[in-house]
């Protein structure tokens, strides 16, 4: 059975995009949040292998999300997944807790060998 | 591991942690928007928990775990910083402080620690309800509690591990490929990574520059780790992106920091010893000088003259090693004023100056106190309450300005407020009634005022509260700083403020002193405070009120003969006689003596005054001759 995997993104657009990257790829996405709260509250229920998360969401933003999770699970495996131009907003949440981190747009194969490294 | 050779160590760098956390827990409280205090003090907290940790203190561990959960909830934004905070903070920095001193005693935290320990616990547990709404607080303690145990068990473990680590360092160069997209945040995963193999130290960058656009994407570091070099560049190309690693085996430490200060600990008691030593070669090279100058042998005279100067160089560089930045007792100002201002319901504003002026770290530590003794009665009767100032036409805060300065071979130290000054007409009630003063004196000069004040015993304050006004303050800091050899002065203006100026010498230990005989008696004073020395018959004799003076530079001065003084026989009473002029701040008095002896080094012993003895003499020495000499008091005399 794939990795599973949930998809932290405030845009349908970019939850679809990443879901079927990965999905295509084999890992299972076992759920979905658009929000830092809703994620961190998700990721307590399903427990997933791997987390993808945006740095820019409406209540609580991807930075502190992660700093939730990683507070309850300290190998918990996030992926950020940022912009151009977001480095400060990468390293701090490398510093919260962040595993790895691709950069907007995506290229497939860039997402993988990330997803991959951090699921080491 | 043996942990007692540590103990002298960590107490050491508690404290200056500790001391650090006060600066900082000020600063914030000042700026509470501010990020950098409260990174600061996480990292404080954050070493002294590991070190006190890695010492088996637990319960200081504990404690200085606790205070970091709460550091972190603010840091992370889970917590909006309230007052209560900072007085939370501000008692776990001072219940530390005393932990850290008991904890080498093999004792505990004192149980009221406890309470503190719950009430930073409930601050911290506020912050995390919102984030948690799904758990319910009877069921979230108890997995708190469990978890924040876990990770200190763990913290304690990476401590223990890093403090015997004899693991082998490796320098390490990374190079993040030139096409890597957020080169600088891709290093920080590199380094992380080298992090779960080791202790990492020296990165350069810091990471703070691996935020910047700009990051050329290379990254520095250092660590220590048991994993063999191929393991260590599998591990950071694992970050992805990285385009070259270079290992090396670090080159001994030491050569590596060529450039850096290289500096050591020393144990105080050690250089206290070196400093005896060196005082009393100095007392035997002046013996040896001595009989030089007896001999006819050239070869003893030349060897005599180069033991002087190795003499000389050794005691400068002794010294040297003992002067101390007066900053280390003027840091600990801004919290004292901070506690007591509020205690008494005060608006002050500390300023502080010169804290980069050295000093002897025993002179120091002997100011220390009359320094805080000062300050509280600064705030305590000398800065108004703000209404007061208000209706005064002041500014509501008043002004506390604590400053050092250097003066040839002394330092002066003053702390100057702008309160209501010291009310004359009451001391000088206090004065007559008490048959100190003249009863038909109608005016007390600074240096009456002073003199008064430091009479011991002598209080004003119509209620004693728990700060001032017990009636030991001037009086405890006129004896010491006499003491040392040094003075007081004091300037007060109604409505202005007080100023008092501490004068004490540099170095305790070693006197440049002048050498002069009243009858068969011979006595030293120190060259500090004499400004000239004249003639005493080639000076027009004047009276200054009912006392003789001299005309010195055109203004009188009062004439001190000290064979009367010291109630010396067999000196000479008439005639030319050389005269001392000594002067210690504003004020100079004329000291007829009989002969001028030469200078001379002299090394000051410790001096019981034996009961009854005149208050004229600093302390005692031994001179080149062997035969013991006292030595007179400055400020006693002007």
């Known amino acids: 059975m794939g990795h599973t995997v949930l998809v932290c993104d405030d845009a349908i657009f970019m939850r679809t995009m990443i879901a079927d990257i990965l999905a295509a790829a084999g890992y299972e996405v076992i759920g979905e949040a658009e929000t830092g709260a809703q994620a961190v509250q998700k990721y307590r229920e399903l427990k997933p292998d791997l987390v993808t998360m945006d740095i820019v969401m409406p209540d609580m933003g991807g930075i502190d999300a992660v700093r939730e999770i990683c507070k309850d699970d300290p190998d918990a495996k996030v992926l950020m997944c940022s912009a151009m131009g977001q480095q400060a907003l990468v390293v701090e949440a490398i510093q919260a807790g962040a595993k790895d981190f691709v950069v907007k747009p995506f290229q497939p194969s860039r997402v993988l060998e990330a997803v991959q490294r951090v699921l080491g | 591991m043996d942990l007692a050779k540590y103990a002298a160590l960590f107490v050491s760098e508690s404290r200056e942690h500790l001391q650090s956390c006060n600066q900082l827990l000020l600063a914030w409280e000042r700026d509470p928007e501010a990020t950098a205090p409260v990174d600061g003090l996480f990292r404080a907290v954050h070493s002294l928990k590991g070190m006190a940790a890695t010492m088996g203190f637990t319960p200081l561990a504990e404690l200085a775990h606790r ?203 050690r250089l206290d010893a070196l400093m005896k030593l060196a005082g009393e070669l100095v007392v035997a090279r002046n013996r040896l000088v001595e009989l030089a100058r007896g001999s006819t042998d050239p070869e003893l005279g030349q060897l005599g003259e180069r033991i002087s100067r190795l003499v000389g160089s050794v005691q400068s560089e002794v010294l040297e090693a003992r002067l101390t930045p007066v900053r280390e007792v003027f840091d600990r100002f801004p919290r004292v004023v901070r506690d007591l201002a509020r205690d008494l319901g005060r608006q002050v504003r500390l300023e502080v100056e010169g804290g980069d002026i050295e000093l002897d770290r025993a002179v120091l530590d002997e100011v220390a106190d009359p320094l805080v003794h000062l300050v509280r009665n600064a705030i305590d009767h000398g800065i108004e309450p703000p209404r007061d100032r208000v209706k005064a036409g002041k500014p509501a805060e008043g002004r506390l300005r604590l400053s050092a300065s250097r003066e040839r071979n002394s330092v002066a130290i003053r702390v ?194 034996p009961r009854g003895m005149p208050g004229w003499f600093s302390g005692a020495t031994i001179l080149a001759d062997g035969a013991p000499a006292l030595i007179l008091d400055a400020a006693a005399l002007v």
Do not use: C, W
């Open chain 2, 416 to 609: 100057a407020d702008d309160g209501r000054g010291i009310d004359r007409s009451k001391i000088l009630a206090k004065a007559k009634a008490e048959g100190l003063v003249d009863a038909a004196a109608e005016f007390l000069a600074d240096d009456q005022l002073l003199r008064i004040l430091s009479r011991s015993g002598f209080s004003t304050a119509a209620v004693i509260s728990g700060v001032s006004g017990r009636g030991v303050g001037v009086d405890v800091v006129m004896t010491r700083i006499r003491q040392l050899g040094g003075a007081v002065e004091l300037v007060s203006e109604p409505g202005q403020g007080t100023a008092f100026v501490l004068r004490v010498p540099l170095t305790l230990a070693i006197v440049r002193s002048l050498l002069v005989q009243v009858g068969s008696e011979r006595y030293v004073v120190p060259l500090n405070y004499v400004s000239e020395t004249i003639e005493f018959s080639a000076t027009p004799v004047t009276a200054l009120g009912d006392r003789e003076a001299l005309v010195i530079r055109e203004q009188p001065a009062p004439t001190v003969h000290l064979y009367r003084l010291l109630s010396v026989e067999g000196a000479a009473t008439t005639g030319r006689r050389p005269v001392l002029v000594v002067q210690v701040g504003e004020r100079r008095s004329a000291l007829v003596v009989d002969a001028l002896l030469g200078q001379q080094e002299i090394v000051v012993e410790p001096f019981d005054a």
């Open chain 2, 67 to 269: 205070a970091e959960n709460l550091l972190d909830a603010v840091r992370g934004g889970k917590l909006a910083v309230k007052p209560e905070h900072f007085e939370l903070l501000f008692r776990s920095v001072d219940e530390l402080e005393d932990g850290v001193a008991r904890a080498t005693t093999g004792k505990g935290l004192r149980p009221e620690a406890a309470s503190l320990v719950k009430a930073l616990d409930a601050a911290v547990r506020i912050s995390e309800k919102p984030a948690e709404p799904a758990r319910s607080g009877k069921a979230g303690k108890p997995g708190k509690t469990g978890e924040s145990a876990a990770k200190l068990e763990k913290a304690e473990k990476a401590e223990k591990a890093a403090a015997k680590d004899e693991r082998p360092s490796l320098d390490v160069k990374i190079t993040v490929r030139s096409d890597a997209l957020l080169r600088g945040a891709r290093a920080l995963l590199a380094l992380r990574k080298a992090e779960a193999l080791g202790v990492v130290s020296r990165v350069t960058p810091q990471v703070s520059e691996l935020e910047r656009e700009d990051f050329d994407g290379k990254l520095a570091f250092r660590v220590k780790t048991a994993a063999a070099p191929s393991e260590v560049d599998a591990v950071i190309r694992s970050a992805g992106d990285i385009a070259g690693v270079a290992i090396d085996l670090a080159s001994d430490e030491q050569t590596v920091d060529a450039t850096a200060l290289r500096q050591i600990r020393i144990d105080l008691a």
